[in-house]
């Protein structure tokens, strides 16, 4: 079993839909929790962290369930410039180590 | 302030020759991370450095690959002797703590 794993997709979705991504993670001891956002041949970057309380930015809104190990990642009115791929990440304990998920991608309509 | 920079951004060469990638963090950043991408495997992280020093080397596949960092602004990934499954983009990041910033890449073709 991967130790993150993620729904790869596509989903394709019209503008202004609204779209929710999970990952799930296997250990238990992990720390800190991450969504980055990867252009088609780009490189990835933070599209946010994920706190406990759960966090929002604009259209963007995170989540983590630690008793069940998965975080999400919610989209509203999604646009054009959303589509991308979706990338979760995990921090575990003791150490800077980051493991990725394979991502899940995205395509907005018009 | 110019982010990560990497060097080249591609490269193609033949099977069995040495490939040398070069990575200058942002200036600052403590944390040091290569990785590699491919469509089968996704991200891997390979190898990361902290303060100038390997932390933690254990998704460096296999003796053919090296990582040095022999300053606080410079750091080379090293494939010798390359093969033609190291076909990949590396990415390198640096990290003054939790975000990472990535370079945009070297891809790699090996023949």
């Known amino acids: 079993r991967k130790e993150v794993e993620q729904d790869p997709g596509p989903f394709n979705v019209p503008e202004g839909a609204t779209v929710a991504f999970n990952c799930t993670y296997s250990?238990?001891?992990?720390?800190?929790f991450f969504w980055y956002r990867q252009d088609c041949r780009k490189e990835p970057k933070l599209l946010m962290s994920?706190?406990?309380s759960g966090n929002e930015d604009g259209r963007f809104t995170a989540q983590l369930n630690r008793a069940s190990q998965y975080i999400s990642l919610l989209i509203r009115d999604s646009k054009l410039s959303d589509s991308a791929t979706y990338l979760c990440?995990?921090?575990?304990?003791?150490?800077?180590?980051?493991?990725f998920g394979a991502g899940t991608r995205l395509f907005v309509k018009a | 302030d110019a982010g990560v920079i990497q060097s080249p951004r591609h490269e193609v060469t033949e099977m069995g020759q040495e490939v040398t990638l070069r990575c200058k963090p942002i200036?600052?950043?403590?944390?040091l991370f290569w990785y590699r991408q491919t469509m089968m495997r996704g991200l891997e992280l390979l190898i990361y450095?902290?303060?100038?020093?390997?932390?933690?080397d254990s998704g460096m596949p296999e003796d053919r690959f090296s990582a040095k960092m022999p300053n606080a602004s410079f750091s080379t990934l090293k494939i010798q002797p390359s093969e033609p499954r190291d076909s990949a983009v590396y990415f390198c990041?640096?990290?003054?703590?939790?975000?990472?910033?990535f370079g945009p890449g070297t891809r790699l073709t090996v023949l």
């Open positions: 990440v995990v921090k575990n304990t003791g150490g800077f180590k980051t493991i």
């Open positions: 994920v706190y406990s």
């Open positions: 200036s600052g950043h403590d944390y």
């Open positions: 450095f902290n303060n100038n020093v390997p932390i933690d």
């Open positions: 990041a640096s990290s003054p703590a939790q975000t990472q910033y």
């Open positions: 250990n238990s001891a992990s720390q800190s």
